[in-house]
Every structure is written in structure tokens, then in C-alpha cells.
């Protein structure tokens, strides 16, 4: 049977850190950068740089949200690609912009929520890396050969003064940072701006040249840290990154606690993947794909009404607004249950379909349909003291939707009791009722419904938790 892919969306919320949790910062950028010495002259020469760099940096977040350098950084892509051209000497080559064998590595600043990152640190300016190697020409009158390299050199690295500041970028971090963030920047972000004239370096009496590049500066935090294992899956505070597939054996479960201060655990045989995505545009969001297997998790519901989290199926998005629940893809269809809030599924160009806590959605090809059913698996995974009242033994028994009827069940723990009796949609009869620990007794009704079939649910709720039965009848 092909596995069904679960997308778990926890939002990003301003909830309590992980203390060192390792970031990624990458600072990436395109553009151009021209010169054009002794411009309108028959000695004009004139080079691009077609700017394409990455450059990435360790970093670790704190507790109280300070971003701290790790490492210096490594510019793993670029700087970019060059041109050069000199008409009087029948010079035009290009090639990658050539870095000097002195530049040192781009770093990452640090002050307060204000980080500093940097693209390329030096060019080759002398010609002495042998990237300037294919501008040859020829003299004019004699023809002999002419070796450019130097002036090809000495027009791209005239940016050399103003490196890293005018390819570097200083942005201004979200706090806290709860997951990942994308920032736009562009030069009007550099620490310097480049000046117009490079006559000075030159010596001559004009040179030209400008700069102009766009990029963006990511920074991802790792997704969480492992918080509880049990069976050998992995040890307790592992570091998980984003993009890191998590997967356990059997007999084995697993706890993360991400970032945002949300948590998941994962039960027996279950795959997956976290990361940071783009649901709804935010891409603070940490997102976890389940493949197969079951979940638990509890997330803060602190921006109240908002979806916590989030379950898209082939079939159909489905979530939850609140904060506990569990996700199971080990069957035919996927199946969500709602702890404590209000779950929902969305099929494409259908109404959203509500369903309160206790009860489970079962996600069909073309319909959620309604259950009281959860798999024990799934009640296995919650801890302890987050648990719902168990209802157990619930029968209705005498004369169905008739006073002389009777409900019977029993309850694990003292529990607030919500009974209500629905034909089809329409609630027809609603009850708070006080369950007590063991057996319970209540006749559900004072009056004869009319002919008809009708579903009675009877939902219990302890400590914000909630747990339902339904029961079907024909008055």
C-alpha cells in the first residue's frame, strides 16, 4: 500500500527558546558591478562583474534570544563571473571573477538584534591567481602579443578598497526568533556605500563605476532538540535540523520540542522530515511532514483563534485550532483527533467542515466523516498528565429518544459532561451534566423525540481535556 504524506504545520509562536540551538545564517545576492577607466578614450578600458554569491555562517541562539557567531563563514558560491574589454589592445575575455589568495572568510557581526553579514572579502586585483589568464591580445601597428591580465585585474579589483562593506549587508532581526526568517536587502543595506569615481586609484583623470545588487540574508534556526526518547531512536537532547529526516524503529518513540516551544512526539515505526515552510506566506512556520506513522502533539494556542496546527493529506487540509492532538497515517485513511480545541478539514472548493474536541476526523477520498473512534496507539503516545477522561462502557438502553431511556458508562476520573442529541446537523437537545469517577446512570430524556434517526454524543472534559462517544438510534 503507497504511504499517505501528512504535512504537520506548527506555528511559530513566541514561546520559550532552546538555549544553544544552532542557526544557519546564509546571505546570498546578485547584481552588477562595472568600471570603465579613461571613459570616451581611445585607451578606454572597461570591465563587469556579474555578482552571484552565498555565503553561509554558523551561529547558536541563547535563551534570551541573543544570535551569537560560531565560526568564521565560507562563501560557498561566487563571487560571480567577469568581462573584460580593451579596444586598443584587441582585448575581451571573461570568466569567474577571480578571488585574491589573500582574501580572509566573510564573517557574521553581532550588535544586539542588528547582524552584519559579508559576501566576498577581496578580489584578485594584480592578476596573480591566473583567472585573468584569457585576456590576451595584440599590440596595434606591431601585432605582438599583449597580455591583459594586469589590466583586467586592475579594473575589477578597483572595487578592492571598499570590500567586504559595499557587498555586505546589515539587517535588523525579528524578536524573538522563533523560526525561520527571510530578509530583503539590497546595497542601500551595505555598511559603505561605493563611490562614483575610481580616478584616484587610477591616477588618471576620470574612471567610472558603479554597483547595484539585490539579495536576501536567511536565518534558520534548527527545528528543536530531542526532550524524550525511549527505545534507542535517538539520545536525548540530539539537536534536529531542518531538512534532517527522523524516523523510529520499532518499539521505539520519540519527543522533540521545537523552537517555538511546541512539541511532538512521535510513536513506533513513523517517518518524516522537518523544516521550515511557506504555509500561508509565513515562513516561520515549522513544518513537519509525516510519511507514515502516528503523532501527538501539543502546541501554545497564545494567538487564540488562529490554526495551531495544520494537517494537509492528498486528499484534503485538515487542522486544528487549539492545542492538543493526535495525527495517524498508519491506515487506510489518515485520521486526526482533537485533545483540546476545534478541528477542522478543507476540502478544495468545499465549506470547511468543524469538529469539536473528543472526536476524530477520518480523512475520506471526498468527505471527513465523524468518529468516536481513537486508536489506542495514538492515546498511547500522550503523556500521562495531559490525558483525557476515558469513557468507557457507554450504553443506551430502553425505550431510544423515550423518558424510560437510560445512558449508561463509566468514567476513569471526575469529568464535566456535555450531552447532546443531533438529527443530522441540528443539535435538538443539549445537557451539562457532573460525571463522577466509576459508573454513571442519567436518563438523556425528559420528553419523546419524534420518529427519526438521531445521534446522541456525550462529551467529557477534565482539566480542558476532552474525550467523546457517540451513539446512533432510531426513535
Not at 589568495?101 to 566573510?106: D, L, R, V, Y
Not at 590576451?136 to 601597428?141: D, I, K, L, N, V
Not at 490554526?307 to 489518515?334: C, H, I, M
Not at 443539549?430 to 423525540?449: A, D, Y
Request: with cysteine; net charge positive; glycine share 12%.
Amino acid at each position: 500500500m503507497a504511504a499517505i504524506l501528512v504535512v504537520a504545520t506548527v506555528l511559530a509562536v513566541p514561546a520559550r527558546s532552546l538555549a544553544d540551538v544552532p542557526v544557519t545564517v546564509e546571505f546570498s545576492g546578485s547584481g552588477t558591478y562595472s568600471t570603465t577607466n579613461m571613459p570616451g578614450e581611445q585607451s578606454q578600458t572597461s570591465s563587469t562583474v556579474a555578482l552571484d554569491w552565498t555565503s553561509t555562517f554558523p551561529a547558536s541562539l541563547a535563551q534570551d534570544g541573543t544570535l551569537t557567531p560560531t565560526a568564521l563563514g565560507t562563501l560557498t558560491k561566487g563571487p560571480g563571473t567577469f568581462t573584460f574589454s580593451d579596444p586598443s589592445y584587441n582585448v575581451s575575455c571573461s570568466g569567474a571573477a577571480p578571488i585574491a589568495a589573500s582574501a580572509t572568510p566573510p564573517s557574521l557581526q553581532v550588535s544586539g538584534g542588528a547582524i552584519t553579514v559579508q559576501s566576498v572579502t577581496a578580489f584578485d586585483s594584480d592578476g596573480s591567481s591566473g583567472g585573468y589568464a584569457s585576456c590576451q591580445g595584440t599590440a596595434p601597428g606591431s601585432g605582438d602579443p599583449f597580455d591583459g591580465s594586469g589590466e583586467a585585474a586592475s579594473d575589477v579589483g578597483v572595487i578592492d578598497p571598499y570590500l567586504p562593506d559595499v557587498l555586505s549587508a546589515r539587517v535588523q532581526l525579528p524578536s524573538p526568533l522563533g523560526g525561520q526568517v527571510t530578509l530583503p536587502v539590497t546595497n542601500a543595506d551595505a555598511p559603505a556605500q561605493l563611490p562614483s569615481s575610481c580616478a584616484d586609484q587610477f591616477g588618471d583623470d576620470a574612471c567610472n563605476m558603479s554597483v547595484s545588487w539585490s539579495g536576501t540574508v536567511t536565518v534558520t534556526p534548527a527545528c528543536g532538540t530531542v526532550t524524550f526518547s525511549d527505545g534507542g531512536a535517538l539520545p536525548v537532547g540530539s539537536v534536529i535540523q531542518a531538512g534532517q529526516p527522523i524516523s523510529t524503529g520499532k518499539g521505539q518513540r520519540l519527543e522533540i520540542t521545537f523552537i517555538d516551544g511546541s512539541i511532538a512526539r512521535f510513536g513506533p515505526e513513523s517517518q518524516g522530515v522537518c523544516q521550515f515552510g511557506t504555509s500561508q506566506g509565513d515562513r516561520r512556520k515549522i513544518t513537519f511532514k509525516l510519511i507514515l506513522g502516528n503523532i501527538w502533539a501539543a502546541v501554545s494556542d497564545a494567538l487564540g483563534g488562529n490554526p495551531d496546527f495544520n494537517v494537509s493529506t492528498e486528499r484534503a487540509g485538515t487542522g486544528v485550532r487549539g492545542s492538543e492532538y493526535t495525527l495517524d497515517v498508519r491506515g487506510k485513511d489518515p485520521i486526526a483527533h482533537v485533545i483540546e480545541g476545534t478541528g477542522f478539514v478543507q476540502y478544495a472548493g468545499k465549506p470547511e467542515f468543524d469538529y469539536p474536541a473528543g472526536l476524530s476526523a477520518v480523512i475520506g477520498k471526498k468527505s471527513a466523516t465523524l468518529t468516536s473512534r481513537w486508536p489506542a496507539a495514538d492515546r498511547a503516545l500522550v503523556p500521562a498528565g495531559k490525558l483525557p477522561p476515558t469513557l468507557s462502557k457507554v450504553k443506551l438502553s430502553g425505550p431510544k429518544g423515550r423518558p424510560g431511556a437510560r445512558l449508561k458508562f463509566r468514567l476513569d476520573q471526575a469529568a464535566s459532561l456535555n450531552l447532546q442529541v443531533l438529527k443530522g446537523k441540528k443539535v435538538v437537545l443539549s445537557k451539562k451534566l457532573k460525571g463522577r469517577k466509576g459508573k454513571n446512570s442519567f436518563h438523556p430524556f425528559k420528553r419523546k423525540l419524534r420518529k427519526g434517526r438521531y445521534t446522541l454524543r456525550l462529551t467529557a472534559t477534565a482539566n480542558t481535556r476532552s474525550s467523546a462517544a457517540q451513539i446512533s438510534f432510531r426513535a
